[in-house]
């Protein structure tokens, strides 16, 4: 496994290119779109935060995913 895919992992709890693939398949963002599943990712690290320790790690890389989906789909973001 290279270097950027470690990094991944340990960032978002997967490979980039796994995430994408997932989220372009899911019925979320096929009926509304990348808002509505950042929007999720975000609610469940607010869930997870709710409960211990351990758990912010899992939060951590929720948010990482939602950042990095607003990134991939150019959104709130000027070039």
Do not use: H
């Not at 340990?10 to 693939?21: F, N, R, T, V």
């Not at 709710?50 to 989906?69: F, G, H, W």
């Amino acid at each position: 496994m290279n270097e950027q895919s470690l990094w991944e992992i340990q960032a978002y709890g997967a490979k980039k290119s796994e995430i994408l693939e997932s989220v372009m398949d899911s019925i979320g963002f096929k009926c509304s779109g990348p808002g509505m599943v950042i929007s999720s990712y975000l609610s469940d690290a607010q869930e997870v935060m709710q409960y211990s320790t351990p758990a912010l790690n899992d939060a951590r890389q929720y948010i990482n995913i939602a950042k990095m989906l607003m990134m991939e789909f150019n959104l709130g973001f000027k070039e």
